[in-house]
């Protein structure tokens, strides 16, 4: 499994890129920058799971967003373009070089997108923590993770909190370029933590969920 900017010469990749992405022209712009700039490219979200994404936020009639890991600000990009005119990101990252320098660039030259997303500097847990505590359980319609592996379940847990029920959850990179198929005890802290998530996910009582081989796999979860 690999995303479609890593792989552009598979032709079945290829073929369902072409039938399933529309990005908007800023989209593509921050897409192409990000791989032109930065030598880090592979965190970025592939643009079949942006789109995915954005389905989702169409098909729920979702307002507000939960974006765990920021990099330079792609997906947080792509719900924006997605929810109405009063739609809500809150996006998270412990590192902002890459938004500064590649994302609000493009970012700022449209205000009608930028006005509906945060970006908040600092680990991501104590932000969805923080978020808690402040009555926010259960207001938030969609949540896409794709930060740091370790934390995986730790943002699944919270994001299901913050989530109303309906609400959808897309884990990315849940099958990470294969490894996860892969004998068990090669695994790397990271993979492991993605095995882990996963397993958690299909367990969780309190979700329906479907493990699709999109991208580089995506975990998608609905809140009962």
Known sequence: MSKSYEDPNDPIVGYCTKLTVKQTPVEKELEDTTIKNHQHYGMLGAPEVLQF??????????????????????????????????????????????LKSIGLPIIQKHPELEKKITF???????????????????KYDLAFIDADKINYTNYYKKCMKLLRSGGVILVDNALWNNAVTKNPSTFDSSTKAIDECNKYIFGDESSNSTLLTIGDGVHVAFKK
């Open 53 to 98: 994404g954005k389905n989702f936020i169409y098909l729920i009639g979702a307002k507000r967003v939960l974006d765990i890991g920021t990099f330079s600000g792609a997906s947080a990009l792509a719900w924006a373009t997605a929810l109405p005119s009063d739609g809500e990101v809150q996006s998270f990252d412990v590192d902002h070089s890459a």
């Open 120 to 138: 908040n500097l600092g680990p991501a847990v104590e932000k969805l923590d923080g978020l808690i505590a402040k009555g926010e359980s259960g």
